[in-house]
Structure formats: C-alpha cells, structure tokens
C-alpha cells in the first residue's frame, strides 16, 4: 500500500518541483532585469555628464573676450616698460601702441592679443601700475552656435557646389553651361564670405583684446607772488626803459624839429627887423 502511495505522489512531487525551479529561474530573472535596469539608471548620468561637459568645453572654445582698461600712473615711462615686459612674460602681442601729449596729459594707448587661458592673469597684472583707475569694462560673446551654424552652411553650400558641378559636366549647350556656371559662381560667393566669417571667429577667439590707456597727469605751474623789492626793481627797470623809448621816438621825428627850428629862426629875424 505505501508502494503505491509513492507511486501515486510521484507526478505531483515532479510537478512541483518543476513549478519551484520556474519560479526559482523566474525570480533569478527578475532581479538580473531589475539589476540591469539599475545600472542602466546610475550610468545615465554619468554619460549624460560627460556630454555635457564635452558641450559645454566646446562652447567655451568659441568665446570672444575683450576688455578695456584707462588709468592714470605716476610714471609713464617705466609703465610702458613694465607693461611691454609683462605682455613678453604672458606670450602676448602687442598690436598697436601710440603715444599722444597735451597740455593736461600725457598719454600711451596700446591693443593686446593674448591667448584666452592668460586674459585674466595679464588684465590683473596690468592694473597693479593703476594709480587710478577710470574704466575698466570686460565683454564676453560666446560665438559657438555662430560657428555650427557657419559650419552647417559651409559643409551645405560645399555640397551644392560639387552637384553643380556635376550638372556642368552634363550640360548640353552653351545656354546650361552659362547658367551653371552662374549659380557656380554664386555658391562661391557665399561659401567664400562664410569662410571670410570663420576666419574672423576663430581669430577673435584664438586670442582676447586688451585695450590699455594709461596717462600721466602734467603738473601745472603755479604762479608765484613777486616780493615788494622785486616790483620795485621791475618798475625802475619799466621806467629806464620808457625813458629810453622816449628819447629814442624823439629822435625819430628830427624833420619835425628842423621844421620847428627854420620857424623859429625866421620869427625872430623878422622881429629884430
């Protein structure tokens, strides 16, 4: 009777160990999906960081900065030295200098390119000449999606240009070739203004603008107050030299006094007559 117990709870046993280990491998499943899932989770992030980071490197390749700085100094000359000693030290360049004077000031004018990385370190080596300063201004443009776009357009107009000259090569008369050539021409036109444009972008970003003014302020003269000893020698001197002119003018009109004399002479002879 046990023997045909057993035989008899054979199947559901199978049955149910069969269902265990689904469940069992089911579960298993489970948690490697859930696991996945996480770890999918958790580097999202990451790469969605990195992106940014990338984006936001490329970004700041394409900025334009410039800044514009006027100070007063105390000693112009060793200023200027100091300052084109400095734009040396920074691997800078100095494109422009000019030097103009009044009666107030002094002055020298300068236009630094120097590389980005430097901009600010050499901007706050500049100043520490300043004895005042007037103005300082710092402008930043960020040009990145300019560039991607003149890119795009490059890159677009390129194409148009090689399929233009593929139709070149199967116009028929001269009619097509003219008018092939015409639109040639055009793409050119724009491919070459959009290059003129990222030439421009790539140098104003290669290299930041500092332009510089410093002056050096002209001390006015001030008028001292003469003593008393001192005008009254300047007012013996003003007389002597009256005196002089006096004499001198006198001299000067000696017609005059022959005329006077003649008159004379003849009135007294006609009245001894």
């Known amino acids: 009777m046990k023997t045909n117990l057993s035989l008899f709870s054979l199947p559901y046993l199978i049955a149910g160990s069969v269902l265990f280990s689904g469940c069992a491998a089911k579960e298993s499943a489970s948690v490697m999906e859930d696991s996945a899932q996480q770890a999918t989770t958790e580097s999202t992030p990451v790469t969605d960081n990195v992106a940014k980071d990338k984006a936001k490197s490329k970004t700041q390749d394409h900025v334009i900065r410039q800044a514009e700085v006027k100070f007063q100094v105390q000693d112009l000359s060793a200023s200027t030295q100091r300052v084109e000693a400095m734009v040396d030290e920074m691997d800078a360049t100095l494109a422009n200098t000019t030097q103009h004077q009044s009666d107030e000031a002094k002055t020298t004018e300068f236009v630094i390119r120097v590389k980005p990385e430097n901009f600010k370190p050499l901007l706050r ?26 890119e795009a357009r490059k890159k677009a107009k390129l194409a148009v240009e ?77 007389g002597w030299q009256l005196w002089l002119s006096l004499i001198v003018g006198l001299f000067y009109i000696w017609p005059v006094w022959c005329v006077v004399l003649g008159i004379f002479i003849f009135l007294r002879k006609r009245n001894l007559a």
């Open 125 to 150: 080596q500049l100043q520490k000449e300043s004895v005042v300063i007037d103005e300082r201004t710092i402008t930043t443009e960020d040009v990145g999606m300019e560039y991607v776009d003149l």
């Open 162 to 238: 090689q399929r233009f000259m593929g139709l070149l090569k199967e116009a028929k008369n001269i009619k097509q070739i003219l008018e092939v050539e015409r639109e040639i021409q055009l793409v050119r036109e724009e491919i070459e203004s959009t290059e003129a444009r990222l030439r421009y972008l790539q140098n104003q970003t290669s290299y930041s603008t500092i332009k510089l003014a410093m002056y050096q302020v002209i001390p006015v003269p001030v008028a001292v107050e003469p003593s008393f000893v001192t005008r009254l020698l300047e007012a013996m001197n003003t």
